[in-house]
């Protein structure tokens, strides 16, 4: 089957610039990107394509390229089903915050809905491709789902998880390490495996395109999740162990990356691991090895999400000891809150359950990030529902200028490695502070001689 039409359900993080590079680089394909949420919608169809609702590098010129050629952005679910061959669903699949498994499992509600508008609208065959990461076995719920539609029609379930990661997605998304998809091993589940290859196959090398069956790919996924944040915990943890033992967890990372074997990548020390899915990941695996009764199994990985939490208290504590067991009243700048630089997303960021700790202590929390807006950063701290909103907000003063944010404060805490800080006036900064003047680098991205010797108390991680 050559395919002309793709639907994509969920205009996201996921779903927006994977279709957009589809579209980019299959100018002979029609891709339609659809969503619930009209305003999400309309921000993709701004004329102006730097107002698209995701800030990453390179996108809004794919958009702008691609968009209203053979790219469309639509609340028209129905009718893009109706029209596709191809289905991806990209709708979030976020820990369930209710009823059995709350708190770990993930919550499949909106991929049901998809499946069941699928169901009721599709009137010929079509291949419907998970793109979202779901429990493993999930495609036997779709499939069941549409199989019970009675008119008919015939699906075929692929998985093919996406591996991008928020602020290198485009580069992440043109060059690949490897496409995964997955299928039945019958020859119509081939066939799909096949036209889903030729779609990537228009500018991803054959020899990365891996294909397995379904329970292998969607179990890949989360096993790829849970094993890159392994390695941020095993690392953190040993960022307070240098800390005790003079040891210096930077040289402590090179060292052992360069051995070819554990490989130099994701060893950076951090004040926690953020994003909206290393941690959901992890508790559904450790979920769905619960529910096979593999206990140890599901502690194993539960440990790297208690490492994460562990990291971000300490980091919080750390600031209160050091600035004389109080921080009440006292002004603590946030350099950053995005989870990681060039990106405008703040799911799970560390910076949020920081500043929750701060307020506890009622600090009073100054922040400056390049580009997450004042309203997300307000509503990431209501969402704990730690205190009222009017106290948070109160407790919060956002500013659009570093220099500004820094002045008279106590101590800065840098929490996401944004380029531009490394950039600053260090020096302009210690002399609008008050004295002595502490800086908490979350990120290790600054040199604590240089830093130390303008009279900074410098504090890194694991060092
Ligand atoms: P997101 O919340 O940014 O986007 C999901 C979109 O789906 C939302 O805009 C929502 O309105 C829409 N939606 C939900 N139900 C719908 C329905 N029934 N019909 C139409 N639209 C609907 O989520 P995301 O970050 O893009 O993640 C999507 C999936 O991809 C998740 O499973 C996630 O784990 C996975 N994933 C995310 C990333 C990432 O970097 N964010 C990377 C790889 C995989
Ligand atoms: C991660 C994976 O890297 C992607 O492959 C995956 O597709 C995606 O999750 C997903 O499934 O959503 P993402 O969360 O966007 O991507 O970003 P990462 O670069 O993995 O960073 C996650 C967090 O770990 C950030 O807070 C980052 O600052 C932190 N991190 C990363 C460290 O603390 N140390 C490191 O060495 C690397």
Redesign the pocket.
Known sequence: MKITKICCIGAG??GGPTMAVIAQKCPHIQVTVVDLNEQRIKDWNDPNTDNIPIYEPGLSEIVAEARDRNLFFSTEVEKAIDEAQVIFISVNTPTKTYGKGKGMAADLKYIELCARQIAKVAKQNKIVVEKS?LPVRTAEAIKSILDNTGNGVQFQILSN?????????VT?LLNPDRILIGGDTTPEGQNAINALVDVYANWVEKDKILTTNVWSSELS?LT??AF??Q??SS??AMSELCEKTGADVTEVARAIGMDSRIGS??????????????QK?ILNLVYIAKSYGLNEVADYWEQVIIMNDHQKRRFSNKIVQTLYNTVADKKITFLGWA???D?N?TR???AIYVADDLINEQAKISVYDPKVSRNKMLSDLDYLQTRSNEENSNSLAIFDNAYEACKGSHAIAVL??WDEFTTYDWKKIYDSMHKPAFLFDG?NILNAKEVEAIGFIYKGIGS
Do not use: M
């Open positions: 993080y996921v990461t998880p996406e591996f991008l990661a928020e602020g290198t997605a992440d996924k790829a999740n890159l944040a390695r941020i690392i953190n990548k994701f060893l950076k020390a951090s004040v926690g691991f953020g994003g909206s899915c290393f990941d989870f990681k630089k990106t997303d799970e960021s560390a996401t490695e990120r």
